[in-house]
């Protein structure tokens, strides 16, 4: 019986090696994205000039960071966290946000820099009629209370315009 060897051990080393950076820069391309932040309205849970590894696999959950095409810009991304998901009611009165009806207490921290309501026949920034969001849709907002384009101005999104999910921000 003949054993099987390789005349260049090296050469077997380095065609493997390459082949499986390849398979792996293959692989992360279709299920990472990479961006780089260029707003302040997530500070300061994510930073101006942040690098943020989305993935379009990862299940979403309200409190997510999440990156969407931007309604006014096709070409861009927005980052946003979401407030609330499928089958849920969001109201805004006088800068409280209520969902389900429940005073919203978040977990992470959101800059209130003006403190003057806004009217609701200005704008839905500071009080918001309730909306019920459908099965599959969100409610975004940026953690940036006053400085945000999101939820409040271009309505709920479905669950189909979600790029991915932050998964890790390199500040």
């Given at each position: 019986m003949k054993k099987n060897k390789v005349d260049h051990p090296l050469l077997f080393k380095a065609v493997m090696l390459a082949a499986g950076l390849f398979l792996g820069l293959f692989c992360a391309r279709i299920?990472?994205?990479?961006?780089?932040?260029?707003?302040?309205?997530?500070?300061?849970?994510?930073?101006?000039?942040?690098?943020?590894?989305?993935?379009?696999?990862?299940?979403?959950?309200?409190?997510?960071?999440?990156?969407?095409?931007?309604?006014?810009?096709?070409?861009?991304?927005?980052?946003?966290?979401?407030?609330?998901?499928?089958?849920?009611?969001?109201?805004?009165?006088?800068?409280?946000?209520?969902?389900n009806d429940n005073r919203f207490e978040p977990r992470w921290k959101i800059i209130r820099g003006d403190i003057t309501a806004l009217p609701m026949k200005f704008c839905y920034r500071d009080n918001m009629p309730p909306l019920r969001l459908g099965r599959n849709e969100y409610f975004l907002m940026s953690d940036s209370y006053d400085e945000g384009y999101d939820s409040r101005v271009f309505g709920k999104i479905d669950a189909s315009a979600i790029a991915g999910k932050a998964v890790y921000i390199l500040r």
């Open positions: 299920f990472f994205t990479v961006m780089t932040v260029n707003t302040d309205s997530m500070e300061p849970s994510v930073r101006r000039g942040s690098t943020v590894l989305l993935s379009a696999f990862s299940p979403v959950r309200t409190g997510d960071i999440v990156a969407i095409e931007n309604p006014a810009q096709s070409d861009r991304l927005l980052l946003l966290r979401v407030l609330a998901e499928g089958n849920d009611t969001v109201e805004i009165r006088n800068r409280v946000i209520y969902i």
